[in-house]
Structures are given as C-alpha cells and as structure tokens.
C-alpha cells in the first residue's frame, strides 16, 4: 500500500470512527492532516512507501490553543536515548517533555491508537 493509501485510510477511519471530534480531514503525497473543533490538528508523515514506519511523526498542534503539542515519531535523537522505548518516543505536552512511546508498530494501529487518545483528551 503506498503512503497515499495509507494516508486516505486514515481519513477513512477519522471520518466514520472520530466524526464525534474532528472538522474535517485532508491528504496529499506527504502527509494527512486531521482538524478538530477546537481548531486544534493531527498531522501524519509516514516514511516511505516500502515501509511507511521506518520513519513516522504523529503529530498533535495544539500550541496556538493552550501551549501544547503533542507527537509520537522515532527520528533517533540521542538526546532522548535514555527513554526505553528508543528511537520511538512521545513528546507528551511540550518538545522537551519525552516519555516511552506505547505506539504500534502498524501504521493504521498507530493512528487509531492517537485518535483515541485525542478524543479522550478532548473530552476531559
């Protein structure tokens, strides 16, 4: 499946499973894009065709709401070597706030996994 495959999937699943939080959804070759009501946006980059989890970055914009970001990726920063799940990791609120990333390794798993933790967040 190529990585546009993937990504329209993704919308796919936002649309049917998540309408309960999401605006609307959006995709081209580099990446999909997912906006909630609270003007807030997951962003989704998946490597490559061949392997579309070499290299991933799910990433949650929150800043321009209340200062936060959130984003499960496993680029191997070293700075981050001590977390267990390495190179996996998650930024949970700020860049600088990095723990164990509990991610599957499925690329639709993994978007699942992020949007129900999104909607739990947003419904809090």
Do not use: Q
Request: include cysteine; glycine fraction near 4%; charge should be negative.
């Amino acid at each position: 499946m190529s990585r546009l495959d993937f990504y329209r999937k993704m919308e796919f699943i936002a649309r049917r499973d998540f309408s309960d939080i999401i605006e609307r959804t959006g995709s081209d070759n580099e990446s999909c894009r997912v906006y909630f009501f609270d003007t807030s946006f997951l962003e989704v980059w998946l490597g490559s065709n061949a392997d579309p989890m070499i290299r991933y970055a799910f990433h949650w914009e929150r800043r321009h709401v209340d200062g936060t970001l959130f984003r499960h990726d496993n680029a191997p920063h070293m700075r981050w070597g001590f977390v267990s799940s390495f190179p996996k990791h998650f930024h949970d609120g700020s860049e600088e706030s990095v723990v164990e990333s509990m991610l599957p390794e499925s690329p639709l798993d993994a978007f699942v996994y992020f949007m129900t933790f999104i909607r739990n967040f947003l419904k809090k």
